[in-house]
T-cell receptor
Framework: DAGVTQSPTHLIKTRGQHVTLRCSPI?????VSWYQQVLGQGPQFIFQ???????GRGNFPDRFSARQFPNYSSELNVNALLLGDSALYLC????????????FGQGTRLTVV | AQKITQTQPGMFVQEKEAVTLDCTYD???????LFWYKQPSSGEMIFLIY??????QNATEGRYSLNFQKARKSANLVISASQLGDSAMYFC?????????????FGTGTRLKVLA
């Protein structure tokens, strides 16, 4: 079975631009979450989607948005990029529940210049 | 407040020896899960082991075991017989049941270096 796949793996953008990151979950997983990991820190929660509905949102500005499609894949969009948005963006898929492990993709390394 | 604390920024261990990575947590939710992930330099987070708040026994997965002390709110990861490939960042994380989002709260991580 394929794991969680994310695209692109690396991306360089200019300040003020917009970016779209994509994630395909493990087959059978309906929950997709997004995390931002700044260098030297642990991942920070951005969004969770389940059955195409937003279930949770972290402490991120409105420049960050996401959606989930009928096939449970997901997109994370970031508008008006800032230098501080440079990070590794991780997508995680799981079954729904506090007692189930999430499986992560390899991440998208975004550099804003 | 929900929080995960990892107080060891970096650890060294000799190959074939055991090492303990510390993790303490804070939550008021009776239903929670504690997880350990390994993150190599490639960036992917690799699931290692899980312990549920209602589990009576400590979790084990191969060379990994979780020393769960509920009263002390600690969930330390023990890696036995360390291998060079164990060199990586290790994150402790928690998921709570009360929020409904089941988001992960991560610690700041511990960088483990296994010495030959």
């Amino acid at each position: 079975d394929a794991g969680v796949t994310q695209s692109p793996t690396h991306l360089i953008k200019t300040r003020g631009q917009h970016v779209t990151l994509r994630c395909s979950p493990i087959s059978g997983h309906k929950s997709v979450s997004w995390y931002q990991q700044v260098l030297g820190q642990g991942p920070q929660f951005i969004f969770q989607y389940y059955e195409k509905e937003e279930r949770g949102r972290g402490n991120f500005p409105d420049r960050f948005s996401a959606r989930q499609f009928p096939n449970y894949s997901s997109e994370l969009n970031v508008n008006a990029l800032l230098l501080g948005d440079s990070a590794l963006y991780l997508c995680a898929s799981s079954l729904l529940g506090w007692n189930t492990e999430a499986f992560f993709g390899q991440g998208t390394r975004l550099t804003v210049v | 407040a929900q929080k995960i604390t990892q107080t060891q920024p970096g650890m060294f261990v000799q190959e074939k020896e055991a090492v303990t990575l510390d993790c303490t947590y804070d939550t008021s939710d009776p239903s929670y899960g504690l997880f350990w992930y390994k993150q190599p330099s490639s960036g992917e987070m690799i699931f290692l082991i899980y312990q549920g708040s209602y589990d009576q026994q400590n979790a084990t997965e191969g060379r990994y075991s979780l020393n769960f002390q509920k009263a002390r709110k600690s969930a330390n990861l023990v890696i036995s017989a360390s291998q060079l490939g164990d060199s990586a960042m290790y994150f402790c994380a928690m998921r709570e049941g009360i929020t409904g989002t089941y988001k992960y709260i991560f610690g700041t991580g511990t960088r483990l270096k296994v010495l030959a």
